[in-house]
């Protein structure tokens, strides 16, 4: 029986043919999840076939210069189907919650005349930029557990803004405390956190220390108007407590799963 012209492969080009094809797959993961399901396989076969062709004809350095030549291509491909991706998904994120903003405008529009366009610019950048930002890390948190902890922090730092600057819980000097200290301890408490799950627990427990700093120091420096009672502002200072801890026991827990935002890659 004749042999092939070429005749057997020497070991060490299959094995440095299996060691490129394993390493071309760990680089395909640089794609968007929708293109490696549709054609990864089928990639990795020509690949496969490349890289024995080159070896038969030139041995490693043909090998050598196959990865020269691929390697580029495939950074800037998959840069570029990564960048397609995300720009059409946060144009879309984007129009969305602009949409649902307008719509939400058109409340005060048609049942409160009385409200001037500052009152408007503030209300829609308050509603989009909460909205935006919550559909943002939903789309890149692949735990639940850490999706709701957001949600319940945007919720809590909503109507935290919402009440001291737009209606005033206090109708004093405090009112200006709640809306200056107690967002910033959250926003820089989640910035030093890197939106860590474990870190962001700590962050909304500090947040809620705050809020319940604040009320105490405005009570007991004699801020707060006589007509407020100490009951009543305790009581709106308890619930935004209320739901910052339990921000932060979501936190807690979507740490215990190691779970944290971005962890699990799109697409």
């Known amino acids: 029986m004749a042999s092939s012209p070429r005749g057997p492969r020497p070991r060490g080009h299959e094995r440095a043919i299996g060691i490129s094809e394993r390493a071309y797959r760990l680089l395909l993961r640089a794609y968007p999840r929708g293109l490696r399901d549709e054609y990864g396989d089928e990639m990795a076969r020509c690949f496969r076939d490349l890289c024995r062709k080159e070896m038969e004809d030139g041995g490693g350095l043909g090998l050598v210069a196959l990865w020269a030549h691929i390697l580029p291509d495939l950074v800037y491909t998959s840069l570029k189907e990564r960048s397609t991706m995300l720009n059409r998904s946060t144009y879309r994120s984007v129009a969305v919650v602009a949409l649902a ?27 989009f930029g909460t909205g935006l930002t919550y559909v943002l890390v939903r789309r890149k948190a692949g735990n ?51 939106f860590q799950p474990r870190g962001m627990a700590r962050a909304m427990f500090a947040t809620a220390l705050t809020q319940a700093l604040v009320a105490v120091i405005a009570l007991i420096a004699g801020i707060v108007p006589a007509y407020n009672s100490a009951f009543e502002v305790l009581g709106i200072t308890g619930f935004y407590v209320a739901l910052f801890v339990g921000s932060a026991l979501l936190f807690r827990h979507a740490g215990r799963e190691q779970t944290p935002a971005g962890a699990e890659p799109e697409g």
């Open 101 to 127: 903003t307008a719509f939400i405008l058109l409340i005060p529009l048609l049942a409160a005349p009385a409200w001037t366009l500052a009152d408007f610019i503030f209300a829609g950048a308050l509603i």
């Open 144 to 194: 639940i557990v850490y999706r709701s902890a957001v949600g319940v922090a945007l919720a809590a730092g909503f109507l935290l803004v919402w009440g001291n600057a737009a209606m005033g819980i206090t109708d004093s000097d405090a009112d200006l405390m709640f809306l200056l200290w107690v967002p910033t301890v959250g926003i820089l408490g989640a910035i030093i956190a890197r």
